[in-house]
């Protein structure tokens, strides 16, 4: 998920994907810019991130799965994995480079410079943290996701809930647990898996229409899309620079049809894949800020990253025109018959009204507070799903901790942001492509 591309005459290289693609042409103008003519901070700011880019690769070999996406020079990478600092060393460097950003961001005078010098300390800030946990240091599950994600959760007690599981209740009467009734429920909405990809063809088609005519895309941007096993989510975006993804969905599990727009438009458009996209083409290529070329899951990139692809579902399909599209479209290509009243619809918007409850669960087992048994019987009952389902739920919690704040918390900030005071519908998407394009922050969703 990141893009590429350097600055000038101090080793900034210029970018291509990783997988072995050739340099752009816009590098070289990046590279031919005038120093003579650029102020000292602004200049002293792009050394910093040379540095942090290079940290950054180097903290990934001590952690799989540290670095999400990288599609800048090979060269960098390759000279990070055969000779990387300890962790110790890495550490002093992170905090020696974060003590340089708050003596350079004194100095800068432009607004865009000075929101750049913030992203970069809030990713530094991360990256120390995330070295220390690699050493053995636990932080508390709030103190963790603020210090990783830059937002410290308020959570909700579970019993905060329970009111919306008696509403649930309503709507699938019956005999046994509530969980077991959901299910049973949702599985007639299972897509046949020889109807999978023509069914989320058409869905991530629409996602992509639907934000095609609010946000410009690059001509030449695309994905390619695989079904996998063998996860702990439920779909991923791997981002490989040059306006291209690849969208993987896993299938564990059988895949109802609601995933299909929400994947479509989390993983692609205007989610991930958009994203990506507009950071690669306004910060890498148009400005040359090298350090987009990279992307650490572990910060507070993820926050927004994770938040506007949530959000992005509900922007794309507003009111109810994502039941009509499922009802109209998607229902008919999946081969699952139409509900003859909207209680499916009804019962989807409820579950999603619960689903804060993961949070809390996380937090508690995370700090200590119940164990991975209670954990997965906490999670069948507020998120009303299988014994398998609510296993795979805890081990993305075992595998990427605090992380999950950044779905719920971070869909709630950009909702937020995006539709204060109440704007148009097209201002609302001008709001979401500068949340995009632009190197933001959680704390700057929260400005006014």
């Not at 031919?32 to 950054?56: C, F, H, N, Q």
């Not at 007639?188 to 005519?213: E, H, Y």
């Not at 800020?289 to 994770?306: D, G, K, M, N, T």
């Not at 109209?328 to 003859?340: R, S």
Request: proline residues 5%; aromatic residues 8%.
């Amino acid at each position: 998920m990141r893009k590429l591309i350097l600055l000038s005459l101090i080793a900034l290289l210029s970018g291509c994907a990783a997988s072995g693609t050739k340099p752009s042409a816009a590098a070289g103008s990046v590279a031919a810019l005038d120093v003579r003519r650029t102020p000292v901070s602004t200049k002293a700011l792009g050394d910093i991130a040379a540095t942090y880019l290079r940290l950054t690769l180097e903290i990934g070999t001590h952690e799989a799965g540290y670095v999400d996406a990288y599609y800048g020079p090979p060269e960098l990478q390759k000279a990070a994995e055969v000779a990387p600092r300890d962790k110790a060393a890495l550490l002093a460097a992170t905090r020696d480079l974060m003590a340089q950003i708050d003596r350079t961001a004194r100095r800068l005078s432009d607004p865009i410079g000075r929101r750049r010098a913030a992203f970069l300390r809030a990713q530094l800030r991360a990256a120390e943290t995330r070295l220390m946990m690699m050493q053995g240091t636990r932080f508390a599950f709030a103190d963790e996701a603020e210090r990783l994600f830059g937002v410290r959760p308020r959570l909700q007690p579970l019993a905060s809930y329970d009111a919306e599981l008696a509403r649930i209740a309503t709507l699938v009467p019956g005999d046994g647990a509530l969980a077991d009734r959901v299910e049973a429920y949702l599985d007639a909405f299972t897509i046949p898996k020889d109807r999978l990809q023509k069914t989320f063809d058409a869905a991530i088609a629409r996602c992509r229409g639907r934000s095609m005519a609010h946000i410009a895309m690059p001509g030449d941007e695309s994905f390619r899309m695989e079904f996998v096993t063998g996860k702990s989510w439920s779909g991923y975006n791997y981002y490989q620079g040059r306006y291209h993804s690849l969208i993987q969905v896993n299938t564990d599990l059988p895949i109802r049809l609601s995933r299909a727009l929400d994947l479509g438009c989390h993983e692609g458009y205007p989610g991930h894949h958009l994203l990506n996209m507009k950071l690669e083409e306004k910060l890498v290529k148009a400005r040359g800020w090298a350090e987009f070329s990279v992307y650490p899951l572990y910060s507070p990139q993820s926050l927004i990253a994770e938040g506007s692809a949530n959000y992005g579902i509900d922007l794309a399909f507003p009111a109810g025109s994502k039941a009509d599209t499922e009802r109209d479209v998607l229902m008919p290509i999946a081969e699952i018959a139409v509900p003859a009243d909207d209680r499916y619809w009804q019962l989807l918007a409820a579950i999603e009204r619960a689903s804060g409850a993961r949070l809390t669960i996380a937090q508690q087992y995370l700090d200590g507070e119940i164990d991975r048994k209670a954990a997965i019987a906490l999670t069948q009952k507020y998120l009303l799903v299988s014994a398998k389902r609510a296993e795979q739920s805890v081990s993305f919690t075992d595998q990427y901790r605090s992380y999950v704040i950044n779905y719920g918390l971070g869909e709630a900030m950009v909702r937020a942001h995006v539709e204060r005071g109440r704007p148009s519908r097209d201002e609302m998407w001008r709001r979401m492509a500068r949340i995009v394009s632009e190197p933001t922050l959680p704390s700057d969703l929260l400005a006014r």
